[in-house]
T-cell receptor, first 115, second 111 residues
Framework: GAVVSQHPSRVICKSGTSVKIECRSL??????MFWYRQFPKQSLMLMAT?????????EQGVEKDKFLINHASLTLSTLTVTSAHPEDSSFYIC???????????FGPGTRLTVL | GQNIDQPTEMTATEGAIVQINCTYQ??????LFWYQQHAGEAPTFLSY????GLEEKGRFSSFLSRSKGYSYLLLKELQMKDSASYLC????????????FGKGTTLSVSS
């Protein structure tokens, strides 16, 4: 149980294009999902908290107009990187929380490369 | 501010025992998590502590002392596949809120 999927796993795009990343909880409902970004040899940095049916909460320094988050259902959250630039190249990981111990389970991540 | 410290790198040999320490100073405390992350992959959940003491799960154990702001992850009978980064994470606020991650400890297991 507690499986989280992400799609796509890898994407290469040209500068200026937009990229959508999907995060799905496959066998549980997740009212809250989190989006993280990880640069090489760095820790995971929280970008935003995504709540089903409401606006996402962004961390300081994260541009909400650039990183659009939609959490339309209890099993799906999407992150859209708009007008991507090379500095947005990173490993994007989502997580979804379960009840009980409130553990966060991570998706397999999406490696974004912007040329 | 929020701060989580753990050693950057550790090395050990197959069959040995290794202890990875984590200290934290956070605005609040509502649980500490350990994750394993292989290169290029997402973290996988290892353990969770919210009360003081030791939690054992097979070859992995995790200890917490809230008064000292300290935790450790103990790995026994090391295997080559245990070579990975180990992330210590704290949830400073109430349930359902985000985790703060340390920078991770890269463990290299040699034969």
């Amino acid at each position: 149980g507690a499986v989280v999927s992400q799609h796509p796993s890898r994407v290469i795009c040209k500068s200026g294009t937009s990229v959508k990343i999907e995060c799905r909880s496959l066998d549980f409902q997740a009212t809250t999902m989190f989006w993280y970004r990880q640069f090489p040899k760095q820790s995971l940095m929280l970008m935003a908290t995504s709540n089903e049916g409401s606006k996402a909460t962004y961390e300081q320094g994260v541009e909400k107009d650039k990183f659009l988050i939609n959490h339309a259902s209890l099993t799906l959250s999407t992150l859209t990187v708009t007008s991507a630039h090379p500095e947005d190249s990173s490993f994007y990981i989502c997580s979804a929380r379960t009840g009980g111990t409130d553990t966060q389970y991570f998706g397999p991540g999406t490696r974004l490369t912007v040329l | 501010g929020q701060n989580i410290d753990q050693p950057t790198e550790m090395t050990a040999t197959e069959g040995a025992i290794v202890q990875i320490n984590c200290t934290y100073q956070t605005s609040g405390f509502n649980g500490l998590f350990w994750y394993q992350q292989h290169a290029g992959e997402a973290p996988t959940f290892l353990s969770y502590n919210v009360l003081d003491g030791l939690e054992e799960k097979g070859r992995f154990s995790s200890f917490l002392s809230r008064s000292k702001g300290y935790s450790y992850l103990l790995l026994k009978e090391l295997q080559m596949k245990d070579s990975a980064s180990y992330l210590c994470a704290v949830r400073p606020n109430q349930a359902g809120t985000a985790l703060i991650f340390g920078k991770g400890t890269t463990l290299s297991v040699s034969s």
